[in-house]
């Protein structure tokens, strides 16, 4: 019985989604945990006789095979999906899975460095080598732009506008944006550009990248990640730390100083402003504090 409603369904999301292979089989797979569940219990009735009752013991279920929240939350979106095309396509007259209520997931944040910490990391350079030189103009340039991690290592020369203090950053989905860059980065790059990678051989197709490993081509993301857990073992620092961090300290402190979210949502290339928001983890002392200072209703 239930095989037909499936392939029913997985022709309604190829043609009228048009879902990709991958996506379609992702919900295929929530559907037969639905039915794995009904099976296990000796239940397996039509989807128009299961109740919210029923979905909620499932729920439990998923839970004790202690798959994580975010997990039972994707299957929830799965069995949501299919009960849409049930009432499409006249299966069920109602959707029992309308109160469903998925698990809360708890978006875990990365640890933010002080500044005196940062400032503690990038001293743990050896400026006197290629390596070291590199590696501080990275940095710098991390802290001071927040960028990612891709975006850093795909920073291509053409993209520097030192003199006028921005650079130009090709972000997620090919977007672009110009982000300003702090003095103290600008001079680090301009050190690495004119006294470090002129002396490199660089390889065909990388010409035009800024930073190169020592082969002349493209740093990796986990060469990066390599460099910056090292430097903070050396600095004695016991938080969890990558690249990442950076990125969320720089938008972090700019916050706490007193920047305008908008403006930071801009320099880190954020679609959404909630995004953003999730990143500076904005306690609630800190928006009362913004608010009983900025506000017109609450000063005098």
């Keep these: 019985m239930w095989e037909a409603y499936k392939k029913?369904?997985?022709?309604?999301?190829?043609?009228?989604k048009s879902l990709s292979d991958h996506s379609v089989e992702a919900y295929l797979r929530d559907v037969n945990k639905l039915t794995d569940y009904l099976q296990s219990v000796q239940k397996m009735v039509a989807p128009a006789d299961l109740t919210l009752k029923d979905l909620q013991a499932f729920i439990r279920w998923i839970g004790e095979l202690e798959l994580t929240a975010t997990s039972q939350?994707?299957?929830?979106?799965?069995?949501?999906?299919?009960?849409?095309?049930?009432?499409?396509?006249?299966?069920?007259?109602?959707?029992?899975?309308?109160?469903?209520?998925?698990?809360?997931?708890?978006r875990k944040l990365p640890d933010v460095l002080s500044f005196e910490e940062i400032?503690?990391?990038?001293?743990?350079?050896?400026?006197?080598?290629?390596?070291?030189?590199?590696?501080k103009a990275i940095l710098e340039t991390m802290y001071s732009c927040g960028l990612r991690v891709?975006?850093?290592?795909?920073?291509?020369i053409s993209c520097l506008y030192?003199?006028?203090?921005?650079?130009?950053?090709?972000?997620?989905?090919?977007?672009?944006?110009?982000?300003?860059?702090?003095?103290?980065?600008?001079?680090?790059?301009?050190?690495?550009?004119?006294?470090?990678?002129?002396?490199?051989?660089?390889?065909?197709?990388?010409?035009?990248?800024l930073f190169l490993n020592k082969h002349g081509r493209k740093l990796?993301?986990?060469?990066?990640?390599?460099?910056?857990?090292?430097?903070?073992?050396?600095?004695?620092?016991?938080?969890?730390?990558?690249p990442h961090t950076f990125r969320h300290s720089f938008a972090t402190h700019l916050v706490e100083g007193g920047a305008d979210l908008r403006a930071v949502q801009e320099m880190l290339g954020h679609e959404s402003i909630t995004t953003t928001e999730?990143?500076?983890?904005?306690?609630?002392?800190?928006?009362?504090?913004?608010?009983?200072?900025?506000?017109?209703?609450?000063?005098?």
């Design 8 to 16: 029913g369904y997985k022709a309604w999301l190829r043609l009228e």
């Design 73 to 106: 939350a994707r299957i929830i979106s799965g069995i949501r999906s299919f009960y849409r095309y049930c009432l499409v396509e006249q299966i069920s007259a109602t959707d029992p899975s309308t109160l469903l209520e998925a698990p809360k997931t708890r």
């Design 119 to 135: 400032e503690s990391v990038i001293a743990q350079l050896d400026q006197s080598t290629p390596e070291g030189g590199r590696n």
């Design 150 to 156: 891709s975006e850093v290592v795909n920073l291509k």
């Design 162 to 209: 030192l003199d006028v203090g921005f650079i130009r950053v090709i972000g997620k989905g090919d977007k672009e944006r110009l982000v300003p860059i702090g003095r103290e980065a600008s001079k680090y790059i301009r050190i690495y550009k004119e006294d470090i990678r002129v002396h490199q051989p660089v390889k065909p197709g990388f010409e035009d990248i």
């Design 220 to 242: 990796s993301r986990i060469m990066i990640f390599y460099i910056i857990r090292d430097l903070a073992r050396k600095a004695g620092i016991t938080k969890q730390i990558s």
């Design 278 to 300: 999730i990143y500076t983890h904005l306690d609630r002392d800190f928006l009362r504090d913004t608010l009983q200072r900025f506000h017109p209703a609450y000063r005098g």
